[in-house]
């Protein structure tokens, strides 16, 4: 599968922003998708998942109650709604898909920027 975010730019403090992440291919409902991110000279840490159905998602708690992981099947996209964005959320995005069955994330899109202003 292969994947391409894209949504980011710049915003306020306590502005919005929603990141989308479209993928190839005809079984994208089989894979479990992910957001990560990757501040400037930190490693990438875990933002969101959430499983083949959409049935379940987790959140790291930096985030939680400020973003929301969701996808449509039908349109092979997974989306990252981002409200109440604060500085330490400037980072470059990444989605991810797992391989099926499992939380392996073995696929990587291009990272789309975020940047937030003070």
């Known amino acids: 599968v292969q994947l391409q975010a894209f949504g980011g730019g710049l915003v306020q403090t306590g502005g919005s922003l929603r990141l989308s992440c479209a993928a190839s291919?005809?079984?994208?409902?089989?894979?479990?998708m992910g957001w990560f991110r990757q501040a400037p000279g930190k490693e990438r840490d875990f933002v969101a998942s959430i499983t083949w159905s959409g049935d379940s998602t987790h959140y790291a708690d930096s985030v939680k109650g400020r973003f929301t992981i969701s996808r449509d099947n039908a349109k092979n996209t997974v989306y990252l709604q981002m409200n109440s964005l604060k500085p330490e959320d400037t980072a470059v995005y990444y989605c991810?898909?797992?391989?099926?069955?499992?939380?392996?994330?073995?696929?990587w899109g291009r990272g789309t920027l975020v940047t937030v202003s003070s």
């Open positions: 991810a898909a797992t391989v099926p069955g499992t939380w392996n994330y073995a696929y």
């Open positions: 291919g005809r079984t994208f409902s089989s894979y479990a």
